[in-house]
């Protein structure tokens, strides 16, 4: 692992009371690792601290994970990633093993479950919430992932290289799960001890704002990634509604050379067309979601997997 680049990413934001604490503990775990902070926003002395503590500090203005995550992966090369995040909740100690497993095993994307201590005390909405999230994108592509929204991963080089980050808050790891998903990429999963913020530190997920934000990200994931789907069960009914409508409309004008009722005739027409759009809609979509999924895939066998 010492020919091995390896950068530890913390993102933070408003995070003095903690980020010296990961610092110290990723140093202690992962001596010849760089360390880099990316200050995002703080309104503190996150920055002066991490930089005292012998962390390389940059600084991303726009606030949100999302948008710190994407600048790392932009100004950094490297060749294995570690994403950690900055209130000293997830054991550093742990991200030796997680960086071990990615080489030995030649994955791309090592994801840190959260073992919680006894003592930890995590709103249920939280917990729900992570469970809900998780069982639906594993529902939607198919394979399951333990703690989705764990701030804790070990990612490759060409994972990296071949993720188009578009997230700016909290569902980067939403974003980050689904890709790995979409690529079928070498993946896999280890326990990392989870504990209470320092005194000081406090938490900026917000259960329902960031809730809803999650669901929205899956929301339009599903449509990006399973158009035919969506835009196809959508076709399917209309046309339902259609021929149900329509039928009697129908069968009256059969027996007796009549339409008298025009509205209802119209409503069903109106209905059949727009079903033909959806299902149009849906076979174009997945035309491009094929030819997108192609240069993801190209752009990560494009980087060399790491010798």
């Not at 962390?55 to 990633?81: H, L, Q, S």
Request: one cysteine or more.
């Amino acid at each position: 692992m010492d020919r091995i680049d390896v950068a530890v990413v913390v993102p933070c934001r408003d995070e003095a009371a903690a980020v010296g604490h990961v610092v110290d503990e990723v140093r202690a775990a992962m001596p010849a690792a760089r360390i880099v902070v990316y200050d995002n926003a703080s309104r503190d002395a996150t920055a002066e601290v991490a930089a005292r503590h012998g962390a390389e500090v940059r600084r991303e203005p726009r606030p949100g994970k999302g948008n710190a995550v994407r600048r790392a992966f932009a100004d950094i090369d490297a060749d294995v990633y570690v994403l950690i995040d900055g209130d000293a909740t997830y054991d550093a100690a742990a991200l030796p093993a997680m960086v071990r497993l990615l080489l030995e095993e030649r994955l791309d994307h090592v994801n840190g479950a959260r073992r919680r201590e006894d003592d930890v005390r995590e709103r249920s909405g939280h917990l729900l919430g992570n469970r809900l999230l998780t069982g639906a994108v594993a529902r939607l592509f198919g394979r399951r992932i333990g703690d989705m929204l764990s701030g804790c991963k070990v990612l490759s080089r060409r994972f990296v290289r071949s993720f188009p980050a578009t997230s700016t808050g909290f569902e980067i790891e939403t974003e980050l799960t689904v890709h790995a998903l979409q690529l079928d990429v070498p993946m896999a999963e280890l326990p990392v001890g989870y504990r209470e913020r320092p005194e000081g530190s406090v938490s900026k997920l917000r259960t329902f704002r960031d809730g809803w934000r999650i669901l929205g990200t899956i929301g339009r994931l599903l449509v990006r990634e399973r158009p035919l789907a969506t835009y196809g069960s959508t076709a399917v009914l209309l046309a339902l509604l259609s021929l149900g409508l329509g039928t009697p409309v129908v069968l009256e004008y059969l027996a007796t050379g009549l339409v008298p009722r025009f509205p209802t005739a119209i409503l069903a027409a109106a209905l059949a067309t727009l079903a033909v759009l959806a299902g149009s809609t849906g076979l174009i979509l997945d035309a491009v979601r094929h030819a997108r999924h192609e240069a993801k895939r190209l752009a990560y066998l494009a980087v060399p997997p790491i010798r």
